[in-house]
Every structure is written in C-alpha cells, then in structure tokens.
C-alpha cells in the first residue's frame, strides 16, 4: 500500500490482533517467571520501564514490520520511524508497567493503526482477564467479537468516574486539587492503572466515565478510538478534541456534565 490508497482495516484490526496476543503471551510470561524488576525511569523516579515493556515491543515491532515493512512505528518504549504506506502502528507494548511490576491485574498492551490523519483500528488485550477490547473505524467496538457500548443516562451524581495520575509531583498537586472537586459530586472514583483499559471500561460500561491530563498518544490511540465506537463521546475540555493535555471520555449526556464541572477547575494547568 502506498500513502492515500484504501485502508484495509480487517486486515490492519487482524494483525494488530495477533501482534497484541505475542506480547501479551510474552507479558505472561515474564510475570509468571518472576523476578520483574525495575530495568530504568523516565520522566520521575516512579515512572518506571522494565525489560519486558521493552522485550514486548520489541516483539510487536518486528511483528508488525515483517508483514509490513513500509508501515511508521511510534512506540512507547523508543520506535519512532516513518514508513511510506501512510499506515503509523501507534504502540504502547504494556500499558500500567506500575500494575505489572506489582503484580496487579489492570495492565494492558495497546495497539492502534493510524491512516489519514485518524485511528483507523485499535486493539487493548488485557492479558490476565484474557480479554480482547477491539475497534474498526465505522464498525463498532467489541469484547471478545461481543459488540460493546458505553452506558447512556447516568446522572452526574450516580457516574463512576475513572481518572490517573502522571508521574511528577507538582502536576500530582494540582491533579489532587481537581479531585477533591470531583470527588463529592460523583458516586465514586476509580484510579485503575492503565489508560488504555480506562477507556475500554469506558466503552463496556464498567465506568461511567474518565478524564485525564498528560497522557500520551500510544496510552490513547486505541482506547479512544474503543470508546468513541462504543458511543462514546471522546474529547478535550470546552469543545477541544481529545489531545496528550486533556481527555474526557464519557456518553455524551454525562460527557457535558463532566466537562461543566471540570472546566472551571481548569485541570489541564501545571502547578
Ligand atoms: C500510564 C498508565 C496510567 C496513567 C499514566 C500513564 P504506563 O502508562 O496508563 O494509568 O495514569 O498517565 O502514563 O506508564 O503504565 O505505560
Ligand atoms: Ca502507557
């Protein structure tokens, strides 16, 4: 394929498919040998890589290179390379290294295809719960081939709500001044741990919604495009689109809801 003709997106969700199954199978892996271990940080001392983020996109990328050797490839863990067939596979290989490294359940691995400016297909495995989250632009989302959809109706009050974190202190401060705004106008807070699968809770209806500053793009490309498929409404804050400064992720009645009250908080400043 050369940049502009058709995307083939059966094919695209299919590989995405089996190159998030070979990581996650890696992923397992290397947890149930043990041993997983801080390997280095990044932005903060508690924003940590192990060798098995990076083992497991190193096996994506060969994955998805081998069957498409003229496909761009954004990783988290450092691919960065464009490829001129106008497809860019947008990767995070582990998504919640923190879960992983403790031995908590909510991690993921999170593939997306990017053509034309959009998401084309999306995939979120969550390895341990042994579930696929999927996406085709136009066609829906599913749950192991199980169409999804995000729950409608919700009052703000009665909406569980999931957010995260970023790694550094001073945008912590003001992320924990946002909460404590949030918290008693919703029926609960959850803090999963993994972005991407925040935004396929979002899609299945295990949350009502979720918002979050400072993510970046392969935390997001596939779990927006499941939501949104899901019917969703996915977006920034005050009519911006969903961007690495801000995301809110919710049905479109409560997504309104949420935006009023987020916005005057201003959630997406730095302290
Ligand atoms: C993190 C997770 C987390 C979110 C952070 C992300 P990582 O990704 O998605 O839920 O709150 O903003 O950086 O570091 O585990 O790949
Ligand atoms: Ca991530």
């Avoid at 190193?58 to 990783?75: F, K, M, Q, T």
């Amino acid at each position: 394929m050369t940049a502009g003709a058709p995307v083939d997106r059966a094919a695209l969700l299919e590989l995405a498919t089996s190159a998030a199954r070979l990581a996650g199978a890696i992923l397992l892996e290397g947890r149930r040998a043990g041993g997983i271990t801080v390997a280095a940080t990044k932005s903060s001392p508690t924003d940590v890589v192990t060798a098995m983020d990076r083992a497991a996109e190193r096996a994506i990328a060969a994955h998805l290179l081998a069957a498409r050797p003229d496909d761009g490839l954004l990783g988290e863990e450092g691919d960065d390379r464009p490829g001129p067939s106008g497809v860019r596979w947008v990767i995070d290989p582990l998504d919640g290294t923190v879960n992983y490294l403790y031995d908590l359940p909510g991690w993921s691995v999170s593939i997306a295809a990017e053509a034309a400016g959009q998401t084309q297909v999306g995939v979120v495995l969550a390895p341990l719960a042994g579930e696929l989250f999927a996406a085709s632009r136009g066609d829906g989302a599913t749950l192991d081939g199980v169409p999804i959809h995000c729950t409608a109706g919700v009052p703000l009050a009665q909406a569980l709500v999931g957010t995260g974190f970023g790694y550094r202190s001073a945008r912590r401060a003001v992320q924990a001044e946002v909460l404590q705004a949030v918290l008693p106008q919703v029926r609960d807070i959850r803090r999963l741990g993994s972005a991407a699968l925040d935004l396929c809770a979002v899609a299945c209806g295990r949350l009502d919604g979720y918002y979050e500053r400072g993510l970046k793009p392969w935390d997001l490309a596939a779990g927006a495009l499941i939501a949104e498929e899901a019917g969703a409404q996915v977006g920034g804050l005050a009519g911006a689109p969903p961007s690495t400064a801000f995301v809110l992720a919710a049905a479109p009645d409560l997504f309104a809801a949420l935006d009023q009250l987020l916005v005057p908080l201003r959630p997406d400043r730095d302290a």
